[in-house]
Structures are given as structure tokens and as C-alpha cells.
């Protein structure tokens, strides 16, 4: 947040007070939530997180942690039901908040006058809390005294605001201000943008206006300063230009003018929130509200978003790496343990042909040269012995090695059958999350992983399934879990609509796929699939009297099929299908494995461009995972 968006939260603010708190919770280590109410209940959000250290109006305020810390504790101690009279921002647009409360504290001699300081400094920012010497009683983030270069945050120690950096005057004089402009322009580093100049120049500007007073002047933001030479003149009508626009901002800001705006990109995603209207980027777009803290709320609110989003997903990547790294190596050893066990075949040679030829062997041998009746052109085979034991007992010794052997590899079979399909399901979650496209689709593989064993329970984020299906699939934060007899609803799924109108169903993970399979599915629906590919499981739907499947329905299913599976960007893509009575899960099997049969194969080219339309209000995306065949 810039001095000025600070600004005009503060006076805002200043409409509510004066404002009782009711509670005090502290949702993470850098976050305070203080619940007020003055004739209606808010809530204000305190953040000194060094990436986006914030403060304002929330209608999306964090949960409440079980565990209140104890700088949260040491706040409810002394204001809770205390009033907050008075909010004061830093002399000239400083990016700091002091508020004031009166009263309240839960025990006798914790009333009085307390003050709240929120620094808004990226990377430095804090929470410091006063009492009414003006001493620190403690803050989120302690610094203690005796530090180079640091200013000390303890308890115990005056507090002292941070240091404002060099700026013009706040002043609505455009005269004054292009000198200081002119100034600034001509001593800055010759390489160093315009738009970093004018920020550092004036107070409360921030990157958004600073770029938007720039190009309103005809200059371009990131010219350098040495190559800018119109503004280097105070005389200069550009430098004039821009220092009317800007003095303009500090003269309505100092009379509580704002102009609170929000902007977007061309996919809608917030880019900046200002003090006052800027223009959108190409093909975005901007919106204004009375309410700076509702455009703070929205824009942090989806930035913090994508963040854990991505954070979300590069740990569920890092998470399927390394189990296929170690089922990988599993699968190597066992293939090794596999062809050791099949070295063991000679041993039943050598036990039928000392038996065969037991009278050739001579007592106290240690090898013989035996006729191999196996051996085409009529070959020996020199077979070792041992020369403690007769013929027969040599035979019995290798018949018991062979026996041995053979269980060992049939074990070894076994285990090897099952480590090849845990790593073909590892891959199939490796495609899911390359097709996730936003957090509910990542937080269903990270349910499913935790389910599965490779997360632990504690790692994966909650998400309860959104609908009304009969499994436990996961889905959008804070809805129940889908358990019980009632069927899933097909909105649920991705959506495409099949020549001749009927819905194509896609599942988006493989808790999806299998309740396509077994909760949505009616017998003479059209079930598909890729074939031995990673993908979605696709439904056709169809009446039940239909009779053959119209085939040019069949055909766009299975482009959408092959479209949603690891073959997305192949041709001539093999695609199964067959009526859903054919498709069955086994009992215990992995989430989104099946065996079907009475399938047909078609052979269909995905090109996004020859795709069937979407369900009416649905966006294109999607997702899924691998089904097996018999």
C-alpha cells in the first residue's frame, strides 16, 4: 500500500469511530484481526506481512486459530471492549498508522489510553503496541537494542516512528512541486527509470500512480531519468503537466478526496489498487468503489490466493517426484531380484538329468559331464556337485534350490505387478496436476494423496467435497463431506454438450472418474477413455432406450476424451469405449482405476478448435487421470 491508498483507508476509518472492540484473534504470525462494532460490526485487518503489509476492512477475515499467541493475548488483555477513538496517519503520507483506544482491558488497571502503531513497510513491517507514556509493551516483531543500522522495537523502550525518507512537502502547489521534480529528475542515476525518480520524489505516491502521472504527461515510465531531459527544467510544459497531476492527488487527498480504483488484466485479475483512477492495462479494466478497504479486500484477498495456490501445487509436484523417484527405484531392484530368481532355471536341469543319469555320476565327484536330452544337437553339461552327498541327494539338493526359487519369483512377480501400478497411478496424479487449474482441483489430489499415504493428514489442506455425492471426493473449502446416499450432482464435473444436445460428463481428478463410474453412470450411458494413457474418464449420456450410440456423439466424446488426457497434444489418439455396465471398479483398487471390456476403439485428433461446445456457463479447462483396461 502507498501513503496515499493509506490515506484514504484511514479516512474511511475515521467515518466509523467511535468503534468498540469486541475481539481480538491473531490468524498467523504476522496478522491481527480486530473485531469493531459502531452501529454495525467490522472487521479490520492489521498485517505487517513483508510481502504485502496491509491495513483495512475485511469481509473475508482468516480463521481464528485454536492457540491465540501471546502478543494476541497481551491485546485481548488490555482491549478488549476498549474504544478506538482516534486514527492518525504518519506525517505526510507516511506508510505508517497509529490507532488510538480508550478504556476497556480485562483486568483492573489495564484501561486508559493504549495505541496500536501499524508499520506498512514492505519486508520491515510491524505491529508495536503503546501504552500511554508512549512505551512499547511489545510487538509482533521484536528488535532488540544495539543493532547496527536497525532501529530498536522492545518492550520497555519510547517508541520512535520509523525514518520518513527525503520528499517534497505534501502541498498542493504545482510551482513548488515541479522545482522539487526538476530537482529530483536532474540528480538521480542516469539509468534509473522515470517512474522510480517521481516515487522516491513525492510522498505517498506509489508505483501505479507514479507510472499513471507519467504517461497522463507523455512520458514513458520507464524512460531513464538522464535520457528524460523535459523534466529536468522547471519551465518545461511536460514537467509542468506532471507536476499539476500529482499536486492535484496531494491536494484532494489532504481534503479526504479520494478516488478509490481498482484495476485488472485482460483474465480479470487484479494488477493494482489507488487512491485515485488509473488507466487499466490492454483489454483490462478499472472500477472505483466508495470503499478503499472493499478494493484492498478483494485485491490482497486473490493475490494471497494464487500464492498458496502455487504453493499448494509446487508441494504436491515435489510430493509425486519423489514417490516416483522411490517407487522408480523399487521397480529397478525388483526387476533385478526378478532376473536373479530366473538364473535359478538350471537348477531343475540339474536335478532331472542327475536323476536321469544317476549311474554316470561317480561317488565323491565334484562336478560330471552329463548328456543334455534338452539340447537340440545333442550336447553335455557339466553339473556341479557336491561331493559329500550321492546322486539323488545332488538331485533332491537342486530340486529343493529350484523350488525356492520359482516361490521367490513368483513373489517377486507379484510385487513387481503392484509397483508397476502404483507408479502408473503416481503418473496419473502427475497428469492431474499438470491439468489443475485452481486451488479446489489441487486441494482434491491433495486429499487424495494424504488418503493414499503420501501426504500426511496434517499436509493436506482441508477440502471437503462441494455436492451432495455418496463419496468422499474433496472439493471447495469450508462444504461438507459428500458421504451418504445421495447422488453427485453433474454440475460437478466439466461439462461439453454432444451433437444432438446430449451432456458429456468429464472427470476433473480420480475421485471424479470414479464416481463417474459408480454414482453418476446409468447402464447405457457411453463410457471413454484413452486408451493405456493417463486422462479423464468421459460419460456420454444417452436414453435408455436409445439403441446404437449416435456416432457422431461418440466421436466428439472422444475428442474431448483424448483432449483430457496426457495425449492432448498427439494425433490419431486411441480412444475406448463401451456402455457404462461394462466398466467396473475392483474392490480395493486405487482411485480412478477400472477394468472395462466389450469395448471399440476410434481414432480422433484433439484439436481444442474442433472440441463440442461447452455446457452453457461453463468455462474450457479440465483435468483427470489414467483408467486401466482389461
Known amino acids: 500500500m502507498d501513503g496515499l491508498l493509506i490515506a484514504a483507508v484511514v479516512d474511511e476509518l475515521r467515518r466509523l469511530l467511535p468503534a468498540r472492540v469486541?475481539?481480538?484473534?491473531?490468524?498467523?504470525?504476522?496478522?491481527?484481526?480486530?473485531?469493531?462494532?459502531?452501529?454495525?460490526?467490522?472487521?479490520?485487518?492489521?498485517?505487517?506481512?513483508?510481502?504485502?503489509?496491509?491495513?483495512?476492512?475485511?469481509?473475508?477475515?482468516?480463521?481464528?486459530?485454536?492457540?491465540?499467541?501471546?502478543?494476541?493475548?497481551?491485546?485481548?488483555?488490555?482491549?478488549?471492549?476498549?474504544?478506538?477513538?482516534?486514527?492518525?496517519?504518519?506525517?505526510?503520507f507516511d506508510r505508517w498508522v497509529e490507532?488510538?483506544?480508550?478504556?476497556?482491558?480485562?483486568q483492573p488497571g489495564t484501561g486508559g489510553e493504549k495505541r496500536l502503531v501499524v508499520e506498512l513497510i514492505d519486508r520491515r513491517g510491524n505491529i508495536v503496541f503503546l501504552d500511554e507514556t508512549g512505551h512499547i509493551l511489545d510487538a509482533l516483531r521484536r528488535i532488540p537494542p544495539g543493532q547496527p543500522g536497525t532501529r530498536a522495537v522492545w518492550p520497555g523502550l519510547a517508541y520512535e516512528p520509523p525514518p520518513a525518507p527525503r520528499k517534497a512537502a505534501v502541498t498542493g502547489d504545482a510551482a513548488t512541486l515541479a522545482g522539487h521534480l526538476a530537482r529530483a529528475f536532474r540528480e538521480a542515476p542516469a539509468d534509473r527509470p522515470a517512474w522510480r525518480v517521481l516515487r522516491a520524489a513525492v510522498p505517498g505516491t506509489g508505483r501505479e500512480l507514479a507510472r499513471e502521472a507519467l504517461q497522463r504527461a507523455g512520458v514513458d515510465p520507464e524512460a531513464p531519468a538522464g535520457t528524460a531531459t523535459a523534466l529536468h527544467e522547471p519551465a518545461s510544459p511536460t514537467l509542468q503537466t506532471l507536476a499539476a497531476r500529482v499536486a492535484g492527488w496531494l491536494a484532494r487527498a489532504l481534503r479526504g478526496e479520494f478516488e478509490p480504483t481498482l484495476a485488472w488484466d485482460r483474465e480479470g485479475t487484479p494488477v493494482s489498487v489507488t487512491a485515485f483512477g488509473v488507466s487499466p492495462p490492454p483489454e483490462g479494466g478499472a472500477a472505483g468503489s466508495p470503499s478503499p478497504s472493499e478494493l484492498c479486500d478483494r485485491f490482497y484477498r486473490e493475490h494471497l490466493q494464487r500464492e498458496v495456490t502455487a504453493q499448494l501445487r509446487r508441494r504436491l509436484e515435489q510430493a509425486v517426484r519423489e514417490a516416483v523417484a522411490r517407487v522408480t527405484r523399487r521397480l529397478e531392484a525388483q526387476r533385478q531380484d526378478l532376473e536373479r530368481a530366473e538364473r535359478a532355471e538350471p537348477y531343475r536341469l540339474y536335478g532331472e538329468l542327475l536323476t536321469a543319469f544317476a549311474h554316470q555320476v561317480p561317488r565323491g565327484a565334484r562336478q560330471v559331464e552329463l548328456p543334455n536330452y534338452y539340447d537340440p544337437a545333442g550336447g553335455t553339461i557339466t553339473v556341479p556337485l557336491d561331493p559329500a552327498l550321492g546322486p539323488q541327494e545332488n538331485a533332491q539338493r537342486y530340486f529343493r534350490l529350484y523350488q525356492k526359487a520359482r516361490r521367490g519369483r513368483e513373489q517377486v512377480e507379484e510385487r513387481l505387478r503392484a509397483t508397476e501400478e502404483e507408479l502408473a497411478y503416481l503418473r496419473s496424479v502427475e497428469h492431474a496436476l499438470a491439468e489443475a487449474e485452481d486451488a479446489e482441483d489441487l486441494e482434491a489430489v491433495a486429499a487424495e494423496l494424504a488418503e493414499q499415504g503420501y501426504l500426511e493428514r496434517q499436509e493436506a489442506p482441508a477440502a471437503p467435497p462441494a455436492g451432495n455425492g455418496r463419496g468422499a471426493v474433496r472439493s471447495r473449502p469450508g462444504s461438507r463431506t459428500a458421504e451418504g446416499g445421495r447422488r453427485p450432482r453433474e454440475s460437478q464435473f466439466l461439462r461439453y454438450v454432444a451433437p444432438g444436445g446430449r451432456p458429456i460428463l468429464v472427470g476433473k481428478n480420480n475421485r471424479q472418474n470414479?464416481?463417474?463410474?459408480?454414482?453418476?453412470?446409468?447402464?447405457?450411458?457411453?463410457?471413454?477413455?484413452?486408451?493405456?494413457v493417463p486422462g479423464s474418464h468421459v460419460l456420454l449420456r444417452r436414453d435408455r432406450h436409445e439403441g446404437e450410440p449416435d456416432e457422431e456423439a461418440v466421436l466428439a466424446a472422444a475428442r474431448v476424451a483424448a483432449y483430457h488426457s496426457k495425449a492432448r497434444w498427439s494425433s490419431h489418439v486411441p480412444v475406448d469405449y463401451t456402455e457404462a455396465r461394462y466398466v467396473r471398479k475392483p474392490r480395493g483398487a486405487r482411485p480412478g482405476f477400472v477394468l472395462y471390456d466389450h469395448a471399440r476403439t476410434v481414432y480422433v485428433n484433439p484439436d481444442p478448435e474442433d472440441l463440442p461446445p461447452r455446457w452453457p456457463g461453463e468455462a474450457a479447462g479440465g483435468g483427470g487421470q489414467e483408467a486401466q483396461r482389461t
Open 22 to 92: 469486541e475481539r481480538i484473534y491473531q490468524p498467523d504470525a504476522h496478522t491481527v484481526i480486530l473485531h469493531l462494532y459502531a452501529g454495525v460490526a467490522r472487521v479490520l485487518l492489521l498485517s505487517a506481512d513483508p510481502r504485502y503489509p496491509r491495513l483495512h476492512l475485511t469481509q473475508h477475515p482468516p480463521a481464528n486459530p485454536p492457540v491465540p499467541p501471546a502478543f494476541c493475548m497481551l491485546l485481548r488483555k488490555h482491549l478488549e471492549s476498549a474504544r478506538l477513538v482516534g486514527v492518525r496517519q504518519g506525517e505526510g
Open 99 to 106: 490507532l488510538v483506544f480508550h478504556g476497556g482491558g480485562r
Open 514 to 532: 470414479d464416481w463417474l463410474v459408480t454414482r453418476i453412470a446409468n447402464d447405457w450411458d457411453i463410457w471413454l477413455h484413452v486408451k493405456d
